[in-house]
C-alpha cells in the first residue's frame, strides 16, 4: 500500500464512521421512542441538531480549555477511528493495535474532563467525576475481555484480528470461541457507550443544572459529534473482537448496528444506575464472567 | 519468689560445685614454680624467708599492684566520703581503761609492727602484717580520744613517700639496664638481718604504706560515722 | 589424702556459703560480708592448690633446708589477696554508709527503686503513668528531713 | 625495651606523690598528671615500631618466667596501653572541689590499665584487674551524689562478686597445673586445662572478667552507673576499661582455652548482649543510658566476633573493638552536656551544630555505614562468622545485623530531634571547649580513618595476626622448663 | 584519567562549590553549569548508550581488607547517570532564579540545598559506576543517607518521615549486606562474575534466602509493598526542586540496584525456577505480584489525597511498580517497557513536581482544597501539568504511553491476565487521581486571594517547558529512547529489543508512535476545525458562572475538590483499612514491648542473682560435656 492510499483511508475512515454514527444516534433515538410509544425523530433529525447547535448565536466560552477538551473530545475519536479497521480500510491497524486504541479512547473523555473543568460549574465537576468513576467501572471488565481476545488471537493488530476470524467463517468468531468473553463485552458494551441506563454523569434530567448547561452551541454540538463516534467505536470495537469484523459492507454494517441496537434496546428498559452502582454492577458480573471466560479460553 | 529461684540456682551451683571437686585430680598438683622457687630462691634472692623472696622478689610487681590498691581504696574512700563536716559533735570520750590501755599500747605496737617488718625478709611476717599493727597503733589513741584529730597532712605524706620510695628503689635498677624492681645491693648472709639486697627496704616501705593507708582509712571512716 | 578432703570441703565451702550470702540477703552489709566470706573461700582454695601433706614452711631458719617445702607462690598470692579484699571491703562500706546517709536504708529493693526514680529526676523524665497503671508501689522511706 | 614498664611506674609515682606535690604547689598538680601520661604516651609511641617484627618480653625484677613475673608487649597489648592512656588524656576526668583525688584516681587508671595491658601473669592479671575495678569505683562515684554512690555500691557488689569468682578459677588453673605464667600455661593448657575443670576456670573467669566487659547478664550496672558517672568516667568505662577486660578474655581464649565449648559460651553470651542491649537503648529516654545500652549490644558484637576461632576472630574483634574505642568517649564527651533527657535535645542543633554533626558522624560510623570503619568493622565481623557454616554464628550475624537496624532508629531518632525546628523548653548549656575539642579529635580521628582505611585494616591484620600466635608467644617468653 | 574518572571528580566539585558560594545568589547557576558539565562528560561516554563502546572502567581502584573495590560504567550506568544528571541540572535550575531568593529568605540555607541535591547526585553516579558487590552496597548506603540529607532540609514532618526513611532504609542495607556477605562466604569474592557463574550450583534454598534478602533490601529504596509507608510524605515534605529530583530518579537506584542482582547476575530464569511452597507461583511471580500491588495501593492511597505534592509522591511509588513489573517479565518488550518506564516516569514526575512548586512558589500551598482556576493566570505551568499527568496516566501521546504499552503487550505476550489486569488497574486510577490534581489546581473556580498571580518565572519555566518537550518528544519518536534501552539490554543480558523510531514492529501487533501521535494532532486539527466551524463564541470572565440559575459569586466557596470522588470512595472506602499502617505499628509496639522487657531485665533488684545463674548455666553446659 503506498502513502497516497493509506492518507485517502485516513481521511475517509472518520468520515465514514461519522456518517454511520449519526445513524446510530437516529437509531437510539428511534428505539427509545417506540419503547415510549413515540414515533420518534425523522430520518435527517441528527443532522439539523448539529448544525442548529453550530449555528447558534449565543455561543458561551470559558476560556481556552473549554474549548480546547471539546476539540480533544473529537480529535481524539476521530484519531481512533484511523486505528479500527473498517471492510476494505485497514488504516493504522498494524501501527497501534487494540491496547493504543483502548487508550486513544480515552483521550476524549480527558478533553471533555478538561473542557467541563474550565467551565467552574460545581455541577460540572461532579459530572466528571461521575464519569471518570464510571470509566473506572467498566474500563475493568472490557480491558479483560481485550486482553482475553487478544491473548486468543495471539495479536493486538486488529486487521490480523479480522482476518483470523474470516478464515474460518462463522465457528471462528470470536464469540464462538471465546462466548463468555463475548457476554462479559456484551455487558460492559452500555457503560462503554455512555447511554441510558449508564448516563448519570451527564445528568439529563437536571438539565437545567447540569453540566451540559454550560455546554451552549458548537460546545454540545462538539460532545454530539463526539457521541456518534463513541457509539460507532464501541460497536465496531465488538464487532471485530467478536463478531468477525467484516470483509464487506453489507454484512459489516447489520452487525455493528445490531451491537449497538441489542443491548441499548435491553439496557434502557433498566431504570438509571448511580455512580456506586454502576460500579458494583461492573466489578460484579461482566468481571466474574470475564474471568470465567480468561480462564477457559487460556486452559 | 527471687529468693526461692537464688535457691534453685544455689542448689544446682551445689551440684556444679560438687562435680567439680570430684573431678579434679587433687594428686597431681605439682607446684613446679614453688618447687622452683624454693630451690632456687636463696641464691637469686637471698631472703631466708621465700614466702618473703615471692612477695618482693619474684612477685613484687603484684605487691606494688597492691599497695596500689590500697592507695586507690584510701583514695577513692576519701572522694566517696568527701570532708567530714565541721559541726560534727565527737563521740564523748572513753573510759580510762581504754584511754590507758591506748596510752600503754601505743609504744609496744609500734615496736612490735616494726619488728615485724624489719624482719619480714627472715621470719614469718613482713609488711603487711607489721603496717597493719602499725595501723592498729596509730588508730587505737583515736578511739579512745574521739577529739584528738589524725593528721592528715602526715598520713597522707608518709602515704606518699613510702609509695613512691617503692617504685623508686625498683627504678633504681634500670639505668643499669636492668629490668624494673630487680632486686638491688649485696645479697649478704642468708639469715642475717642485713641481707636479701634491697628487700628489707622495700618491706620498710610497704610497712609504712599499709600503716598509713589502713590508719587513714579508718580515720575518716570514724570521722564520717561520728558526723551524722 | 583426707585431710585435704576436708580443706577442699572446706574452701567449697566457704564459696558456697559466700554465694549464697550474696543472693539471698537484701542488706546491703550482709552482702558485703558475704563476699568476703567468698574471697576467704577463694584464698582458700588458692592455698590448697598446691597443698602437700607435711610440707613445712619454705623457710630456713639457721641455714638448715627442710627437706619437703610448702610451695611459697601460693603464700605470696594469698597474702595479696587479703590485702585487695580489705582495700575493697573498706570502699565498700564507706560506700554503704554514704548510702545509709543519705537514703536511710540499705536495702537492696528500696535502694533500687530509689536510685532509679532519682535518675530520672537528674535526667528530667516525667515517670511513665498510665490511667490503668497499678497503685505506685512504696518507695524508700523519706529521710529528707529526718536523717539527722 | 625496659623503659615500657615506665608506662605503668610513672603514672602510678605520679599519683602516689600527687597530694605532696599539691602540698608543694597546686598548680603543678594540675598539670603534671596530663604531662607525665603525655610523656607516658610517647615511650609507648617510640617503642612501637620495635614491636612490629615480634613481640618482646620484659622480665620483671630480671627474674625468668615462670619463676617471676613477666610483660609480654606485643602490638595488641602496647596498642592497648597507649589507647588507656591516651585516652584517659583526653577524657581527664578532673573537674571541681575534688580535682585532686580524680586525678590521682585518673594516674592510677593509665598506669594500672597499661600493666593489665601488658601482664603475663594470671595472678598479677587478677591483681591489676581488682585496681583497675577500685580505681572505677572511685571516679565513678566520684560526682558524689547519693545515687551515684548507691550505683557504684551496686556495681561494686556484682564486680566483686565475679572477681571473688576469677579468683576461684585461677585456684582451679594453678592447682591443675601449678603456673600462673601464661606462656608456660599455654605450653600446659593441651594437656592439663583440656578437661572440665579447666573449662570451670574458663567459666569463671569469664564471668568475673566479663562483669567489666558488660558481658551480658553480668553488665546490669551499666546504665546505671553510666547515667550517674560524669560522662567523662563513662565514656572511660566503656570506650577504654571494658576493652582491656576484653582483652583479658581473648588473650585466655587464646592462649589457654582454645576449646569449642570455650568459644560457644562466649558466642551465646554475646548475642544474648546485642539483643537486650539494642533492645532496651530502643527505649531509652535519656541520652547517657542510651549509650550505655548501646555499649552493651556493641561489647556484645565484640564478644561474638572474638568467639569466632583463629585469627580470624581476633582480627575482627579487634576491628570493631578498636572503632568503639573512638567513638564511645566521643559520644559521652558530648553526653557531658547532653546528659539528660532525649526530650530536652529537641532543636539542639541550632545552639551547637558542631556538636550535632559530631553526633551524626559518630552515629553513622556506630551503625556501619560505609565508608566510615564501623562499617569495615562490621563486614569483617559478617564475613567471618557467615564463613564458619554454623547455625549458630550465621545467628548472631542475623541479631547483629538485626541490632544495627534497631540502631540505626534510635539513634537518628534522637540526631533528627536536634534538627526540630522548634526547641525544647529547656536547652542543654552548650559544649565546654574542652570536651568539644575532645569529641571533634575522636571524630576527626574517624574521619581521616576513612582514608587511611587500607593501612590500618593491614596493621591491625598483622597485629591480629601477631596476637593469635600461641607459638610466637610462647616462643618470645620462653618460659624455663621446669621438671 | 578516563572519561568517568573525570565525570566523578567534576561531579565531587559539584559538591563542594556550593559549600563556599554558600548563600549567594550565584549558587544555583554555578551549579546549575556544573551539572551541564557533567552532562557533558557523560556525552563522551555517549557511546555507551548506543552500544558501540565497550565498559569505560575508573583508574581507581582500592584493595581494602583483601577486598578489590572498583568502578566501571556501562549502558546500564550510563541510561541511568544520564536520568540522573539530568534531573540534577534541571531541578538546580530550577533552584536557581527567585525560587533561591524565597527559600533563602524564608531562613532556609541555600548552601546545604544544593551541596545536598550535588550529593545525591555525586552518590548516585557512584552507585551506578559500582563495579562489584561491595561498591555497590557502599554505593547503596551512600545514596540512601545522601537523600536522606535532603528530605530531612524540609520540614518536621518530613523530617519525621525521613527518620522513618532511615529506619527502612538501613533495615534494608542490613538485608543487602547480609545478602553479600552470604554471596562472598560461597564464592569466596565480591565480583559479580563470580557470583554469576556460583548461582548455577547453589540449592534453592540459598536462592531463595539471597533473592528474599536482595529483593528486600533494595525494595525499602523503591517503596515496594510493604516497605512503601516512608516514602510519599518524606519526598512531598522535600523542598520543591528536591523533591523533583528525588521524584524523578531516586527510588529507581533501587531498581537499578535490582537489575543488577536480580536480573544481570541471579536471572529472571533462575527466579522462575524458585517454587513457592504450596503454591502454583514462582519466585519471580512473587515479585511481579509485589509489583503489581504496588502499582495498585499506592496509586488509590495516591487518589484520597487531598496535598497535591504527596498525591505525585503517592503515585511515584505507584509508577516504580510498573517499571519493576516490566523487567521481571524479562523479554525484550517488557523489559524495555520496564527500562524505558525509569526514562518517562523521570521526566513527567520532575515537570509535575516542578509544576506543583510554581504554583506552590506563586500560591503558597499546594492544599487542593485551596486552590483552583488557576489556569488562566499560569498557562504554562498548566501546559506543563497537563502534559506531565497525561504522561503519569499513561496516555498518548505522551511518552508514558509508550513505555506502558510495552508492558502491556509483554504482558499479553506472556499471558498473565490478571497481572495485566491490576497494572490497567493503576492506570485507571492514576487517570483519576490525576485529572483531580489538575482540575483542583487549574481548573474550576478562582480563589479571589489569586487573583493577581502571575506566571512562574522563568527560571522555572524554562526546566519544565525542556522537560514537557522531552515528555512529548519521547512520546513521539520512542526510538531516541529505545536506542539506549536496547544497549541496555544487551548489557544487562536481557535479549534485545528491535526497534525504529516510531517504536517497535512486530508481527502480532506492533506500534508507530509517529503514526498515532500524527493522526491523533490531525484528529484534534479535525477537531478544531470542526470547531470553529461553529458561531464565533463569546469569551466570559473566569468569575462569571452560574450554576442552577444563580451567579455564583467569586467570594462563595463552591469548589468541588474535597472527596472529589465519592461515588467510588463510597463503594471503596472501606478497604482503605491502613492495614500496613497497622502493620508497622503492631510491629513497633512488639518491639517496644520487647525492649521494655529487656529494660526490666536491666533493672533487677538484685544483679547478682544474674551472676549466679549464668555461672550455673555455663558451668552446667561445659561440664556437661564430660
Sequence with gaps: MNLSELLIELLLMPLVAFVIGLGMVLMMRKIAARLGRRIGPPLLQPIYDIIKLYGKRTQISHGLIHEIGIIMAVGGYVAAETLLPVPGMNGLADKGGVITLAYVMMIPSLGMALGVGQCANPNGSIGISRALTAMLAYDIPFILVIFGAAYVYGTTNLADIIAIQQQQGVSGWGLMQMPLLALAGMLALPAVMGKQPFEIYIAPAEIATGPMVEMSGKFMGGLFVMQCFQLYTAGV?????????????????????????????????????????VIRLMWKWPVLVGLMGLAVAMK | MQRFTSALFLLGLGVLIAAIFRNMDLAASTPIVGDAINAAAAQQVGAANFVTSVVLGYRGFDTLMELTILFTAATAGGLVLGKPRGDARPDPEAGLVLRAGADLFFPLLLVVGLYIILHGHLTPGGGFQGGVILAVAFFLPLLARPGTPMSHRAVSLIEGLAGASFIVIGLLAMPEGQAFLTPLLDKGQLGSLLSAGSLPLLYIAVGLKVGSELAGLLAQLAATEASD | MDTIIILYTGAFGLIFIGIAGIVLSRHLVRIIFAIGLLEAGANLLLLLATWRDGASAPIIVGGRVPALMADPVPQALVLTAIVIGVGILALALSLALRVQHAWG???????????????????????????????????????????? | MNELVLMVALPLLTAFLLPVIDRLSSLAARWIGPLVLLLTAIIGLSAWSQTGSGAITIELGNFRPPLGIDLYVDQLALLFALAVTLGTLLLWPAEGEQRLRQSTLALLLAGSGSGLALSGDLFNIYVLYELIAVVSYGLAASRGTAAGQAATLRYLIVSAFGAALALAGIALVYQATGTLNLAQLAQLAPTQ?????????????????????????????????YATAPARVAGLLAGVVSKLALLIIVRLLILLFPQPEALTVMLVLGILGVLTGELAAWRARDFNRMLAFSSIGQLGIMFIAFSIPGKAGVFAGLAVALHHLVVKPALFLLAQRWGGSLEHLAGVAKGSPLAAALFILLALSLIGVPPLPGFWAKLLVMIHLLEQQSSLYALGAWIIMAGAALEANYLFRVASSFYRREAAATPPAAHRTGDLAGASLLGAALAAAVFLIVPLADRIEAMAGQAADRDHYIQTVNPEPLP | MTPLDQLLLLSALTVVVPLFTGNRRITGPLATLLYTGQGLLLLRMAGLGYGSETPVSSAVSLQVLGLELHWRFDALSWFFALITIGAGLLSSWFASGEWAQRYRDSGSSLRLFHAALALNVFTMLVLLASGELLSLFIGWELVSWASFLMMSLGSNTALRYAMRYVTYAFAGAMAVLMGLVLVYTRTGSFEFQAFRDAVPSMDADTVWLLFGLFAAGFGVKMALLPFHLWQAKAYAETPGPGAAFLGAISSRMGLFAMIVVLVQIIGVARLVELP??????????????????????????????????????????????????????????????????????????????????????????????????????????????LIGIIGLAGLPPMNGFVSKWLV???????????????????????????????????????????????????????????????????????????????????????PVLAHHLGGVHIDKGGLDMIWVVSVLLAGFGVGALVFLSGNRSKRVHQLDNYAGGHFLTADTRYQYSDNFYPGLMHLIGPWYRKSFRWLEGGFVSTVDTVSQLMQGLYRHTHPAFYLLAVVVFALSWVMGGD
Design chain 4, 193 to 225: 586445662l583440656n578437661n572440665g575443670q579447666g573449662l570451670a576456670a574458663f567459666v569463671l573467669m569469664l564471668v568475673g572478667f566479663g562483669v567489666k566487659a558488660e558481658l551480658f547478664p553480668v553488665n546490669t550496672w551499666v546504665p546505671e552507673v
Design chain 5, 276 to 385: 513457592v511452597p504450596f503454591t502454583f507461583l514462582s519466585g519471580r511471580d512473587l515479585l511481579a505480584w509485589v509489583a503489581v500491588f504496588t502499582i495498585i495501593f499506592p496509586t488509590f492511597t495516591a487518589l484520597r489525597q487531598h496535598d497535591a505534592r504527596r498525591l505525585l509522591a503517592w503515585h511515584g511509588i505507584g509508577q516504580g511498580g510498573y517499571m519493576l513489573l516490566g523487567i521481571l517479565i524479562a523479554d525484550d518488550l517488557g523489559s524495555a517497557g520496564g527500562l524505558m518506564h525509569v526514562f518517562n516516569h523521570a521526566t513527567y514526575q520532575a515537570v509535575l513536581f516542578m509544576s506543583v512548586t510554581a504554583v506552590i512558589h506563586r500560591t503558597g500551598t499546594s492544599d487542593l482544597n485551596k486552590l483552583g482556576g488557576l489556569v488562566a493566570r499560569m498557562p504554562l505551568s498548566f501546559l506543563a501539568m
Design chain 1, 237 to 277: 470495537l465488538y464487532t471485530t473482537l467478536f463478531l468477525g469484523g467484516g470483509a464487506y459492507w453489507i454484512t459489516f454494517l447489520p452487525k455493528i448496528y445490531a451491537v449497538v441496537a441489542i443491548p441499548m434496546a435491553a439496557a434502557m428498559l433498566f431504570p438509571r444506575y448511580r455512580t456506586e452502582d
Design chain 5, 408 to 494: 502491556y503487550r509483554a504482558l499479553i505476550l506472556e499471558g498473565s491476565p490478571l497481572l495485566f489486569l491490576g497494572a490497567v488497574i493503576g492506570t485507571l486510577g492514576t487517570i483519576l487521581s490525576v485529572y483531580k490534581l489538575i482540575h483542583n489546581t487549574f481548573l474550576g473556580q478562582l480563589r479571589l486571594e489569586h487573583v493577581d498571580i502571575e506566571e512562574a518565572p522563568s527560571s522555572m519555566l524554562w526546566p519544565m517547558m525542556i522537560l514537557s518537550t522531552v515528555v512529548f518528544v519521547t512520546g513521539y519518536f520512542p526510538g531516541l529512547v529505545l536506542d539506549w534501552i536496547a544497549s541496555v539490554q544487551a548489557a544487562v543480558g536481557l
Design chain 3, 105 to 148: 536504708t540499705l536495702d537492696m529493693r528500696a535502694i533500687r527503686l530509689r536510685l532509679e526514680e532519682e535518675i530520672d529526676d537528674a535526667a528530667g523524665i516525667e515517670p511513665p503513668t498510665s490511667a490503668d497503671a497499678p497503685a505506685p508501689r512504696p518507695t524508700a522511706p523519706a529521710t529528707r528531713e529526718g536523717g539527722a
